[in-house]
């Protein structure tokens, strides 16, 4: 009988995940808060992400992190979050805001099935000095749970 992974594990395995996988690296995504069908990231701003004209957050990485999110919150619903297998379907995303500070992201299961997953995520940032709505987004993902 196999052993189910302790929280610490599943949390240890995914950070080594980010660390592990270049362009997470390379976006120095931080893991906020990770439970069963949620996670948020952080995502601390960087000017290699602004766009050339208005210094805010390029929408290719706004979606990025909707769609990189969506997947680890899909990927803690399996018994082994670590060995998950996944792959985007569909990525929706609603641009609210422009960002120019860091942000963050969290991201929920709707639906977790046999073979298909669903998300929603939104992602915030300080405007004004207060937390705002950047974007939100949707997901559906093609879950690999018994291959």
Do not use: Q
């Amino acid at each position: 009988m196999s052993e189910t992974p302790s929280d610490d594990d599943i949390d240890s395995a995914l950070a080594a995940s980010l660390d592990e996988h270049g362009l997470f690296e390379w976006l120095d995504l931080d893991i906020e808060a990770a439970e069963p069908g949620r996670i948020v990231f952080s995502l601390p701003f960087d000017e290699k992400f602004a766009n050339l004209a208005s210094g805010t957050v390029h929408g290719g990485v706004t979606a990025t992190i909707i769609d990189t999110a969506s997947g680890f919150a899909l990927r803690l619903t399996f018994d082994d979050p670590a060995a998950a297998r996944l792959t985007t379907t569909d990525l929706n995303v609603r641009y609210v805001r422009p960002a120019r500070d860091d942000l963050r992201v969290e991201a929920s299961v709707v639906r977790a099935g046999g073979t298909m997953g669903y998300t929603e995520s939104t992602v915030t940032t300080v405007h004004e000095g207060e937390r705002k709505t950047v974007a939100t987004g949707g997901t559906s993902y093609r879950l690999f749970r018994h291959d």
